[in-house]
């Protein structure tokens, strides 16, 4: 990837940051942000309106809404990462994600996929299967063979911070400079990325995942630290807890609060947004683009 250069900035905004991938032999340029639309092919993940099953008609109706309203990205996972949730096997995570993605594949052939696990086999499988983009929340450190895969695979790789587990990770928000705890993660990363041949990387600074709702927002706040490594950002704050408890709300009532949280993201260079409600997110897209043309 390569970032075209800003002089400060207010000319990023008025000339962005172009990105390019090698996705399927195709040369994609992103000069503009894109919205990733969450599919949980699973029975507990923490927003409920977000569960469908893969071989039902809500599963078809919902991907062809997110297509409709404007998703350039749709994020598939079956394994659900909320804190609590219960152990998927290796084979249902499996049974769950590629039926969805070979239909996705074969009913929405222009849209991009990206498989959610921090599986290897799951990876290759989904990719096989039809996916185009693997999204990590270990960036590689729940399971070895992660890294030699995505590698292997030739593919865009979506590499998260999180301390821990899903089981563990909010008992290890202990952090004595956390904008650059974070940003020596990525840093160090990206090396062993380089090594194992992943050329295609965007960063997520894992809201939500080893840090208290105080960090996630001043990790927001401080958001376009990260525009430092020169790479995309993706941000993943749709109806988080850090929305809904801040406003003392349930998640089906943070739509508002994910919508002014997002034209702040963007204001402060995120390049992806994945989201639980992409007609909205393209809404704020568009408002943000009537105010940096």
């Known amino acids: 990837m390569f970032p075209d250069k800003g002089v400060s900035s207010f000319e990023d905004k008025l000339f962005p940051q172009k990105y390019t991938f090698q996705i399927n032999g195709r040369l994609h340029v992103w000069n503009s942000p894109k919205i990733m639309g969450i599919l949980n092919v699973t029975p507990d993940s923490f927003f409920g309106k977000s569960r469908t099953n893969p071989n039902s008609n809500e599963f078809y109706e919902q991907v062809a809404r997110f297509v409709s309203e404007g998703a350039d990205i749709l994020d598939v996972g079956g394994y659900s990462t909320r804190p609590g949730a219960a152990e998927v096997s290796e084979t249902e995570e499996l049974d769950r994600v590629l039926p ?7 009913n929405f052939p222009d849209t991009l996929i990206s498989i959610d696990t921090f599986r290897s086999k799951v990876a290759v499988e989904a990719i096989k299967a039809g996916a185009h983009i693997v999204n990590d929340i270990s960036a590689g450190e729940l399971d070895p063979e992660m890294l030699p895969a995505v590698g292997s695979l030739k593919v865009p790789y979506i590499a998260m911070h999180m301390r821990g587990n899903p089981k563990n990770m909010q008992e290890l928000t202990n952090y004595s400079d956390i904008l650059g705890e974070i940003l020596n993660y990525f840093a ?9 041949g992943i050329k295609d990387v965007i960063i997520d600074p894992g809201f939500g995942f080893a840090k208290s709702i ?30 809904y ?18 034209m702040f993201a963007l204001c402060q260079g995120a390049n992806i947004l994945r989201v639980h409600d992409v007609k909205e997110a393209k809404e704020t897209i568009k408002l943000y683009h009537t105010i940096y043309p």
């Open 188 to 196: 160090e990363k990206l090396e062993q990325f380089k090594k194992f």
């Open 100 to 106: 969805a993605i070979r239909w996705i594949s074969e």
């Open 214 to 243: 105080q960090q996630n927002f001043w990790l927001l706040k401080n958001l376009s630290h990260f525009q430092c490594l020169s790479l995309p950002i993706l941000v993943g704050l749709s109806r988080k807890s850090m929305i």
């Open 245 to 262: 408890k801040t406003l003392q709300v349930e998640p089906d009532e943070a739509l508002n609060g994910t919508t002014a949280l997002h």
